[in-house]
């Protein structure tokens, strides 16, 4: 199926539930994988430094949902609107949308083989504006301070997630997706992931959480969005799911 590309631009970007223009905001957002309708009208919105946990069984449709906002080659994003800061980035291909402050860590990583940490870090600022200092990521990530010159790819598990991590923050990144950044961790290197990912709140980042730990990720967050099949099933507080027994247990399979 050859899916057009269809643009809807409206005059201002969304609003939050307060009435205050959203700092981001995806609405409508439908995604396709070849004849598949893998995202299916998703919306929401989010408030500067908000931690979003972006929930759902397997296969229903979140990764998707963050290669859409992040305007990645595939799923292909046929309509909807994102919106970062108050600019438009629907129908902008994806290093525009890298450029305006979106920065996508997959899961896979993706740490360049061949290179030491540093200059994997060193990569990251050519290609783009530049973000935080080594130096300050050294202080939030010590260990890649302690095997800088270490080829990536020779690192733990836990350490090359950390890496993937900091080279979206040797960035000028203002949201930060991240897919998966606990899987195959030991739980005390997710500890070390969670505290830094709240320092990154701290900093006024706005981040989306994709994590099939839903209570790691609910607790790490703000508010929360629940998928089922490409559709928005919940969209509230991060506390409200980890009191709600029947969101747990229908939609997360807790």
């Given at each position: ?36 309708y ?21 296969g ?30 629907h ?36 290609t ?13 990530f010590?260990r ?11 690192m ?21 997706l ?77």
């Amino acid at each position: 199926m050859n899916v057009q590309t269809i643009e809807r631009p409206r005059a201002a970007a969304p609003s939050t539930a307060s009435g205050e223009r959203a700092y981001f905001a995806c609405r409508g957002l439908d995604a396709y994988y070849g004849d598949s309708y893998i995202v299916q009208q998703v919306s929401f919105a989010l408030e500067k430094g908000q931690i979003l946990a972006l929930l759902g069984r397997n296969g229903a449709g979140k990764t998707s949902t963050l290669r859409a906002i992040a305007r990645a080659s595939s799923p292909h994003l046929a309509r909807g609107e994102v919106w970062l800061d108050g600019v438009a980035l629907h129908g902008k291909p994806n290093y525009v949308a890298a450029q305006a402050g979106i920065q996508l860590v997959q899961e896979d990583r993706r740490i360049i083989p061949g290179l030491t940490v540093e200059q994997n870090l060193q990569l990251a600022t050519i290609t783009g504006k530049k973000g935080w200092s080594f130096e300050r990521i050294y202080q939030l990530f010590p260990r890649l301070a302690e095997r800088r010159k270490q080829e990536g790819v020779t690192m733990s598990g836990g350490e090359q997630q950390m890496l993937a991590i900091a080279r979206a923050l040797a960035r000028d990144v203002k949201l930060l997706l991240l897919d998966e950044p606990y899987e195959g961790l030991a739980p005390v290197v997710r500890q070390d992931i969670a505290k830094a990912l709240m320092e990154v709140r701290a900093a006024g980042i706005t981040s989306i959480i994709v994590e099939q730990n839903a209570v790691a990720a609910l607790k790490l967050s703000d508010r929360a969005v629940i998928l089922d099949t490409g559709e928005v099933v919940f969209d509230g507080s991060a506390e409200e799911v980890l009191g709600n027994d029947d969101l747990m247990h229908r939609y997360l399979a807790i």
